[in-house]
């Protein structure tokens, strides 16, 4: 196991998007280290109509266009969203989401992120789906928009893990709510076979269909 740095983010956001699958994210805003392992990721390109880069340079969009490995977040339905920037400006890979990481936190550290994430009636989320979306996975790891976006991972506080548990097969498909206009037929987003039932919507749900609407490709950086 080893602590991803800056080089191992000089790759496209495509090879990017399916490196992170496997790795595990840390984050210490106190005492405990809450820590999840990254499931799903989607690739966004400066030409592509989807990506915030094609809306053009603005202060809250700088870090989209600064090194690769430099953190992007943003708002998005009522939560934080998680991004890093990928080889190429404007290029980056969003971290849509994950479960978590027993492995690398405390019992006291799973209590935090289970805290830090109920449901709208105030119960506890099932560990499976606890960060099982883009806002859901930065609540129960307690990221911030003011505290994050701008910067670059910092050994001790928030870190990427690689504990060389890469999936074997991924599943490519389409993006999830991406408007019509805006290039929503792209495969960019990809999911850990293995844990395709905690990512934001299961590419294998009813009526989809291998080579229409998904196909699977195997390792990382196929």
Request: aromatic share 6%; glycine share 10%.
């Amino acid at each position: 196991m080893y602590a991803l740095t800056d080089k191992d983010f000089h790759l496209d956001a495509h090879t990017l998007a399916r490196r992170l699958l496997g790795t595990v994210i840390r984050h210490k805003p106190g005492r405990t280290w809450l820590a999840a392992q990254i499931i799903e990721t989607e690739a966004y390109f400066l030409t592509d109509k989807a990506s915030h880069a094609s809306l053009g340079r603005t202060p809250s969009r700088e870090p989209l266009f600064m090194p690769a490995g430099t953190i992007y977040m943003y708002y998005a339905r009522g939560g934080d969203s998680l991004n890093f920037s990928a080889q190429g400006a404007g290029n980056a890979v969003l971290i849509k989401s994950a479960i978590p990481a027993t492995d690398h936190m405390t019992a006291t550290g799973l209590r935090r992120m289970i805290t830090n994430n109920p449901t709208q009636r105030g119960d506890a989320r099932q560990l499976e789906h606890l960060c099982s979306g883009q806002t859901l996975l930065c609540r129960a790891l307690g990221l911030e928009v003011p505290k994050w976006s701008g910067r670059r991972l910092v050994s001790g506080k928030l870190e990427l893990l690689d504990p060389g548990n890469a999936p074997h097969a991924i599943v490519q498909t389409r993006r999830l709510g991406i408007p019509a206009g805006r290039d929503p037929h792209l495969p960019y987003r990809f999911v850990d076979q293995r844990h395709v039932r905690s990512a934001t919507r299961n590419p294998f749900g009813r009526n989809l269909q291998e080579g229409i609407d998904y196909r699977i490709i195997t390792g990382p950086k196929n």
